[in-house]
């Protein structure tokens, strides 16, 4: 979708009716939808638009007005987010107890190569909160004795603080419908392996016990099928046949921070389309980005034989 439309995201209890009176409402403004998505989870009914309101008969405020009355009618959440309310990016940055990603997004954010303001630091821990404070940026510890983080004091917050994206550097809990549909496509994750191999815990000892040659990290959007979100960027290492679980960590962390850093970039600068489950670059995006192997990696690849012969076609095909 372009960038110029607005973005609508609906999320509460499932019930019968809500799609139609919430487009009834849009289209009586003048508001025209280009795109519709909706899906249940757990019970959680999430439908996202992305809509055309540069003919509407109605304010901006008077949109968002009647929205949040309806909302407020239906028990539904609403938000509305205009083009230009995206125009200054706002992060927050959720971690656990690895600094190394959230180290370098503040070297990236305080270097200017992030075009956005990393506003709040959120973890389920507070072993990383001396950090956040020394750079003068709100830490907040949700996490109770176990680390089992409370989500709606989380929503409270990113609502609180505006946030545009939100970033899971080695953040190690998943989130909830409630949190995801709300910001969907605006989670970003890091995930030391190269998916879709190895989801969930333990990546890098699935990787050894498979008895893989070549390891990897994955910077992905976040969806409710776990580590199985749009692939951003990739990146890859060798691994030596005597390598243990220390030692995979110790080549991909450098990578994990490379590749996180390379996807919030591109996020931020728009540069990303999602379209059914896939990414790929925008214009803005084809210059500098490096999605995988770099060209010098790849130019070490093979380029023959390759299979010259007519293949027959098969039923059903053109």
Known sequence: MTSDFTEITVVGEDDTGLIARITSLL??????????????????????????????????SELRESLASLGAD????????????????????LVTRESHCFEALLDAWKSGALDAEISVVVG???????????????????????????????????????????????????????????????IINVHPSLLPSFPGAEA???????????????AHYVTMDLDQGPIIVQRAFDVPDD???????????????DALV??????????????????RLREAGEGDARLGLPPEVEALNPTAPVDRTARPAEAGED
Request: proline residues 3%; aromatic residues 6%.
């Open 27 to 60: 289209f009586e403004r003048g508001v025209n939808i280009e795109d519709l998505d909706q899906a249940v989870r757990e019970g959680v009914f999430r439908m996202t638009m992305h809509v055309d309101a540069s003919g509407m008969t109605v304010t901006e």
């Open 74 to 93: 239906l028990d539904l959440d609403i938000q509305v987010r205009f083009p230009a309310d995206r125009a200054v990016s706002r992060l927050a940055v």
């Open 124 to 186: 389920n821990h507070d072993d990383l909160a001396g950090i956040a404070e020394r750079e003068g940026i709100p830490f907040y510890d949700i996490g109770d004795a176990s680390g089992n983080p409370d989500e709606e004091w989380l929503l409270d917050i990113l609502d609180e603080h505006a946030v545009d994206l939100v970033v899971l550097a080695r953040y190690m809990r998943i989130l909830s419908p409630n949190v995801v549909f709300r910001y969907e496509d605006r």
């Open 204 to 218: 890098y000892r699935q990787a050894i016990e498979a008895g893989v040659r070549i390891a990897g990290v994955t």
């Open 243 to 257: 390598a243990g679980v220390e030692a995979l960590e110790r080549r991909g962390q450098p990578l994990e921070v």
């Open 262 to 279: 390379e996807a919030v970039r591109l996020h931020l600068e728009d540069a990303l389309a999602v379209h059914r489950g896939r990414t």
